[in-house]
């Protein structure tokens, strides 16, 4: 099985404290290929769920995943819209990481890059499968702000 980057995380707390970090060393885990599911708001209101091969730690804040584009999610993915990503490693449960079905769920707001320093380092940190589906990279960075983080329950991921 194949890893993306390593991730360490801290799982943000209902708060608007500017200190609180996304990620951090508290916790390791691998975001496993193939992919973790992802969803988006279509305009219609339903959710649009779909596989994401690629999904990496950017940064404290941040989660990233490259959008190949061409279908209903690419449409719908602009800058500002709302994304959420779920996590799920049963190994997690029995160390008490994630003690609730080893689930965590992220929520936060997209930001689109294409030709920038950000789409590049995303592009970088991509698993190869994921490069070797859009070799002419006709798609886009996402960067997604973690606004809140949550277990299987809703409870906040605590540190």
């Not at 994921?130 to 329950?153: F, I």
Request: with cysteine; aromatic share 8%; proline share 8%.
């Amino acid at each position: 099985m194949q890893y993306s980057p390593a991730a360490t995380w801290t799982y943000r707390k209902e708060s608007k404290d500017a200190d609180t970090k996304v990620c951090s060393a508290t916790y390791r885990c691998r975001i496993s290929e193939p992919c973790l599911p992802g969803g988006t708001c279509l305009p219609t209101g339903f959710a649009q769920i779909s596989p994401r091969g690629s999904v990496q730690i950017y940064d404290d804040d941040h989660i990233s995943f490259w959008d190949r584009g061409g279908g209903s999610t690419a449409a719908g993915l602009i800058d500002g819209s709302k994304v959420t990503i779920y996590f799920h490693n049963p190994e997690l449960m029995p160390a008490g990481v994630l003690p609730a079905g080893g689930i965590a769920r992220f929520y936060g707001e997209a930001a689109i890059h294409k030709d920038d320093p950000i789409a590049q380092r995303i592009w970088d940190h991509l698993v190869q499968p994921e490069k070797d589906r859009d070799p002419e990279r006709k798609g886009s960075a996402v960067l997604v702000r973690v606004e809140r983080s949550e277990d299987l329950l809703g409870r906040p991921l605590a540190d």
